[in-house]
Structures are given as structure tokens and as C-alpha cells.
T-cell receptor, first 118, second 111 residues
Framework: GAVVSQHPSRVICKSGTSVKIECRSLDFQATTMFWYRQFPKQSLMLMATSNEGSKATYEQGVEKDKFLINHASLTLSTLTVTSAHPEDSSFYIC??????????????FGPGTRLTVT | SQQGEEDPQALSIQEGENATMNCSYKTSINNLQWYRQNSGRGLVHLILIRSNEREKHSGRLRVTLDTSKKSSSLLITASRAADTASYFCATDSGGSYIPTFGRGTSLIVHP
């Protein structure tokens, strides 16, 4: 089956620094990748939709200058949390949709990245 | 905003028992999907059911969809301790095929 990886799995950073999270589709090409944020015991909240070669589409309330998304290739999207604050601490999950995806496509999720900002 | 809402929020059962989780949603949907998430991990896709389908099976999983009541249920038969996880329903509607997730049901299966 399709595999999506995320790196790193856990990261601790100091307040004010920036952190980059990578999302890779390992055995398929992903035209679209999604970035979600999940707080403990809460649902997944869609942050942005990332399309290869174009600007990401951000959901309402998500600061695009704070959460920089780059989808430079069909197998890699990155999320950079800039000037991180403790309230950015969360579980970040990406998902990818394959090139052959169409209506009713299935998303393949990465294992998530636990970000802790001290 | 969230579309699906799972019920109950938490469920604790003994191994061998059946577990039933429900999902209600507000607007007409194209598809409804159920996902599983182990603690601190990503999501695993379980089943997708389309709006014109009423029931689907996959191994010990049975999903039903009642569009008139805007609800779906996930039944796990003969539960195992390894089924302990959070289960989410996700719906997509209109012209968007991006699923919206509910808050999930936390299932604990005691050995």
C-alpha cells in the first residue's frame, strides 16, 4: 500500500525558533498533500492544502506567514513553523493523495510529528 | 467546522464483546470514511462508504450508513485488546472531496 513518511517524528524547540517538518510519499506521486493539526483528545483540524508547484491554500484562521508550506515536488511537502511559540505545540499530521486520485479518493496519512515548543 | 460527531466519546469494553460507535453529520455527504488512530500515531483508513451505499464489511468491521438520519455506525465484532485506539469518522460533501473529521471515539478493550 501507499506509504507516507514524516520527519522528524518528535521535535523540541525553543520559543522563537523555526522548525521544518517534512512529508514524503514514498512509493507514489502525490499531487496534493494536506497538513493537519491535532490537539490531545481532539479531532484533526485541516490547516492547509498543498498542491505541487503552486501556493498552498490555507484554512480560515491559519496564518500563512507563520505556517509556511512548500510542495516542491510530487513526493515532498514541507511545513515550517516560524517563530514558534508554546501554543504551537501540537501533533502535526500530513496526508497525501496519489496522482491517480479523483473523486472519492483515499488519503494516506503520515505517522505524525509531535512538536513541543519550550 | 466539524461535520461528523462521534458518539460515544469514550467506550470501554471487555475483549470478545462487540463495539459500536456512531457518527452523525449535518449536511448531505458524498462519502463517509472511518479511520483508526493509535495513541500518538497517524491515521489508518478503515472503510469508505459512499452516499448511495447502506452497508459495507471488512473483516470484523461493519459500517452502516443511513442518509435519512444523517448517521453512520461502525461495529467491531469480537473485539481484541489490539483494537484499543481512537476511531474517527470523516465526511466530504458538495464539490469538495477533502474530508472533515469528527472528534473521535476513544475505544479501550480490556484483555
Amino acid at each position: 500500500g501507499a506509504v507516507v513518511s514524516q520527519h522528524p517524528s518528535r521535535v523540541i524547540c525553543k520559543s522563537g525558533t523555526s522548525v521544518k517538518i517534512e512529508c514524503r510519499s514514498l512509493d507514489f506521486q502525490a499531487t496534493t498533500m494536506f497538513w493537519y493539526r491535532q490537539f490531545p483528545k481532539q479531532s484533526l483540524m485541516l490547516m492547509a492544502t498543498s498542491n505541487e508547484g503552486s501556493k498552498a491554500t490555507y484554512e480560515q484562521g491559519v496564518e500563512k506567514d507563520k505556517f509556511l508550506i512548500n510542495h516542491a515536488s510530487l513526493t515532498l511537502s514541507t511545513l515550517t513553523v516560524t517563530s514558534a511559540h508554546p501554543e504551537d505545540s501540537s501533533f502535526y499530521i500530513c496526508s497525501a493523495v496519489g496522482v491517480a486520485g479523483g473523486p472519492s479518493y483515499e488519503q494516506y496519512f503520515g505517522p505524525g510529528t509531535r512538536l513541543t515548543v519550550t | 467546522s466539524q461535520q461528523g460527531e462521534e458518539d460515544p466519546q469514550a467506550l470501554s469494553i471487555q475483549e470478545g464483546e462487540n463495539a459500536t460507535m456512531n457518527c452523525s453529520y449535518k449536511t448531505s455527504i458524498n462519502n463517509l470514511q472511518w479511520y483508526r488512530q493509535n495513541s500518538g500515531r497517524g491515521l489508518v483508513h478503515l472503510i469508505l462508504i459512499r452516499s448511495n451505499e447502506r452497508e459495507k464489511h471488512s473483516g470484523r468491521l461493519r459500517v452502516t450508513l443511513d442518509t435519512s438520519k444523517k448517521s453512520s455506525s461502525l461495529l467491531i465484532t469480537a473485539s481484541r485488546a489490539a483494537d484499543t485506539a481512537s476511531y474517527f469518522c470523516a465526511t466530504d460533501s458538495g464539490g469538495s472531496y477533502i474530508p472533515t473529521f469528527g472528534r473521535g471515539t476513544s475505544l479501550i478493550v480490556h484483555p
